[in-house]
């Protein structure tokens, strides 16, 4: 097993504005993390209205505040297996996102495992996820 050391140095302590506020979950056993920039809310998992017909990622539909949110099932969007240990019903949660679509600003929640905490991260130790077209 490797392991690294970081030694800070007066360059790294001028990158301090590079630091990401980012909200950990877990997905399918792994851990992701959201920029809290764009985290609405985290909501209970609760019932959705389920839509006919629609793209098998899409869950359903919630109602949150009169505002209609369409509830995504990350595993699927992102072609994640499903299987192995199944999260607990009483730490699965739904994140609500605002995030920009066609130029305007648009409300989706995502379906979480469990949520962790609020954290910060370097910039240097994200990854994008790939565009899934959405």
């Given amino acids: ?24 979950l877990t997905l399918a056993g ?43 099932d990350l595993q699927r969007l992102l072609g994640m297996p499903h299987g192995g240990t199944v999260a607990d019903p009483l730490e699965r949660r739904i994140v609500v996102l605002t995030l920009m679509a066609h130029g305007e600003q648009a409300l989706v929640g995502v379906l979480a495992d469990r949520v962790h905490q609020v954290t910060s991260l370097s910039q240097t130790e994200t990854e994008t996820i790939p565009s899934v077209g959405v």
């Fill in 30 to 72: 792994g851990l992701f993390a959201i920029e809290t920039a764009q985290v609405l809310e985290v909501l209970d998992d609760t019932p959705l209205v389920v839509v006919p017909n629609s793209r098998p990622f899409v869950r359903g539909l919630l109602n949150m505040r009169g505002k209609v949110v369409p509830v995504v």
């Fill in 1 to 24: 097993m490797m392991s690294t050391l970081a030694i800070i140095d007066d360059e790294q302590e001028d990158r301090q504005d590079e630091m990401l506020s980012v909200l950990s």
